[in-house]
């Protein structure tokens, strides 16, 4: 086992046990979110015919160069063809077609006219002379947005609603992704009540750990599996982990993991006979943060401070979730910004500051959300990037340039 890693170390070692999960074949609906396991071809061309971009009225090749050189035309109106529907007739110069938005363009007919540069004239439109004529053809070409075989949609995508969407216009109903993870959640701690079970007693307080880390793997797209909470003994934590490796991909516990004489979670481990990966990670906050492996599954132990469990979430679970799950990237983006605000305290080690990113005047700042207490969770709510502190910085002053970590919130999906 590892003691005292750099945040890197931990993330590679990590990302070296995990594998990626098989792929399924899913309906399109329920595919939002997922991965895609190998690359998707379009069945079709897109459109799969040409059609009209406006209602108006169609125009041969002839007639519409007449009317761009400024002459005037009477056309006779043959028949009126809706979205659905193809007109069975050949057109000639002379005559026209109404034809509705999203109608294929009929044989013969080059362009379309809109209603409004037209003259209607009982079965007869005139058009040109003194008129706008078209300076469009308001066609859209079979094939404009994509042609028969072209992939459109790679191995190792995740989908979101233009995926979605474009895969449905390509013919595409079932799709193959990589299984969703299931993620078995477990806290820890004497202290601890469910905010559903009743009001506090004592030195107690409600299990907020639990229920942001659910809703970290929701929003991930991921299937949490509730464990509940344990008391500080650690056979008693040994056996829920145990059934959190039964059910889970995926075990991540929170509490427990520093020295003190209750943090269990460790021996715990070793109870099970679970191969220690490491333990500490040089970062505050989250620095007692350990992982371990059993029987091809990794379990994530994560501080029980609120604010240390989440962006240790970020840091360390994420990376480890998006491979599971198939997809290519595993590090949220790293952006350059200047400090908007001054923090007073010095960082022997590396520290990561809770802050909102805003545009001003050209450039990225980094404003801080509130206390940077691991204990205070409040300051996550605005929260959408990390200000990356090296060890061995000093105070940090306004305009300081600084490197964050973007992270999920507020249904951002990084």
Same mark, same amino acid.
């Given at each position: 086992?590892?003691? @005292?890693?750099?945040?890197?170390?931990?993330?590679?070692?990590?990302?070296?046990?995990?594998?990626?999960?098989?792929?399924?074949?899913?309906?399109?609906?329920?595919?939002?979110?997922?991965?895609?396991?190998?690359?998707?071809?379009?069945?079709?061309?897109?459109?799969?015919?040409?059609?009209?971009?406006?209602?108006?009225?169609?125009?041969?090749?002839?007639?519409?160069?007449?009317?761009?050189?400024?002459?005037?035309?009477?056309?006779?109106?043959?028949?009126?063809?809706?979205?659905?529907?193809?007109?069975?007739?050949?057109?000639?110069?002379?005559?026209?077609?109404?034809?509705?938005?999203?109608?294929?363009?009929?044989?013969?007919?080059?362009?379309?006219?809109?209603?409004?540069?037209?003259?209607?004239?009982?079965?007869?439109?005139?058009?040109?002379?003194?008129? @706008?004529?078209?300076?469009?053809?308001?066609?859209?070409?079979?094939?404009?947005?994509?042609?028969?075989?072209?992939?459109?949609?790679?191995?190792?995508?995740?989908?979101?609603?233009?995926?979605?969407?474009?895969?449905?216009?390509?013919?595409?109903?079932?799709?193959?992704?990589?299984?969703?993870?299931?993620?078995?959640?477990?806290?820890?701690?004497?202290?601890?009540?469910?905010?559903?079970?009743?009001?506090?007693?004592?030195?107690?307080?409600?299990?907020?750990?639990?229920?942001?880390?659910?809703?970290?793997?929701?929003?991930?797209?991921?299937?949490?599996?509730?464990?509940?909470?344990?008391?500080?003994?650690?056979?008693?934590?040994?056996?829920?982990?145990?059934?959190?490796?039964?059910?889970?991909?995926?075990?991540?516990?929170?509490?427990?993991?520093?020295?003190?004489?209750?943090?269990?979670?460790?021996?715990?481990?070793?109870?099970?006979?679970?191969?220690?990966?490491?333990?500490?990670?040089?970062?505050?906050?989250?620095?007692?943060?350990?992982?371990?492996?059993?029987?091809?599954?990794?379990?994530?132990?994560?501080?029980?401070?609120?604010?240390?469990?989440?962006?240790?979430?970020?840091?360390?679970?994420?990376?480890?979730?998006?491979?599971?799950?198939?997809?290519?990237?595993?590090?949220?983006?790293?952006?350059?910004?200047?400090?908007?605000?001054?923090?007073?305290?010095?960082?022997?080690?590396?520290?990561?500051?809770?802050?909102?990113?805003?545009?001003?005047?050209?450039?990225?700042?980094?404003?801080?959300?509130?206390?940077?207490?691991?204990?205070?969770?409040?300051?996550?709510?605005?929260?959408?990037?990390?200000?990356?502190?090296?060890?061995?910085?000093?105070?940090?002053?306004?305009?300081?340039?600084?490197?964050?970590?973007?992270?999920?919130?507020?249904?951002?999906?990084?």
């Amino acid at each position: 086992m590892k003691k @005292n890693v750099e945040l890197e170390k931990a993330q590679e070692m990590l990302l070296r046990k995990v594998h990626t999960l098989p792929e399924e074949n899913v309906n399109l609906l329920e595919a939002f979110g997922r991965v895609l396991s190998r690359d998707v071809f379009a069945s079709l061309d897109g459109p799969p015919f040409s059609r009209s971009a406006v209602d108006g009225y169609t125009l041969t090749a002839e007639d519409r160069n007449k009317i761009r050189k400024g002459h005037c035309a009477r056309l006779k109106v043959l028949e009126v063809v809706r979205a659905g529907y193809a007109s069975k007739l050949t057109q000639i110069p002379g005559t026209t077609i109404k034809i509705m938005t999203g109608a294929p363009i009929p044989r013969g007919a080059q362009a379309v006219i809109k209603y409004e540069d037209v003259l209607e004239e009982g079965d007869s439109i005139i058009v040109g002379g003194k008129g @706008n004529p078209p300076e469009k053809d308001n066609v859209v070409i079979a094939g404009e947005d994509f042609v028969k075989g072209e992939c459109i949609g790679k191995k190792g995508d995740r989908l979101y609603s233009a995926s979605i969407g474009l895969l449905a216009a390509a013919g595409q109903g079932k799709v193959p992704v990589y299984r969703t993870p299931r993620v078995a959640l477990l806290s820890t701690g004497d202290e601890v009540v469910d905010v559903c079970s009743g009001s506090l007693a004592g030195a107690q307080i409600y299990n907020s750990n639990l229920y942001v880390l659910a809703a970290y793997c929701r929003s991930a797209g991921l299937h949490p599996v509730l464990l509940g909470n344990v008391h500080d003994r650690k056979e008693g934590i040994a056996e829920k982990i145990r059934d959190g490796l039964e059910v889970a991909d995926l075990v991540i516990t929170t509490g427990g993991v520093s020295v003190g004489e209750y943090d269990l979670v460790q021996d715990a481990l070793a109870i099970i006979g679970a191969d220690m990966i490491f333990w500490k990670v040089h970062m505050k906050p989250g620095s007692p943060a350990l992982a371990a492996e059993k029987e091809g599954k990794i379990i994530i132990g994560l501080s029980g401070n609120p604010a240390a469990a989440s962006i240790s979430f970020e840091l360390l679970v994420r990376p480890v979730i998006r491979k599971l799950t198939g997809q290519k990237k595993y590090f949220s983006p790293v952006l350059k910004a200047v400090v908007a605000d001054n923090y007073p305290k010095a960082s022997p080690k590396r520290r990561f500051l809770r802050s909102e990113l805003r545009f001003n005047r050209g450039q990225v700042e980094a404003v801080l959300t509130g206390s940077q207490e691991t204990s205070a969770l409040k300051s996550m709510l605005d929260c959408n990037a990390l200000i990356d502190v090296p060890a061995g910085s000093g105070a940090l002053t306004v305009g300081q340039k600084v490197l964050v970590h973007l992270v999920e919130q507020k249904g951002w999906l990084v």
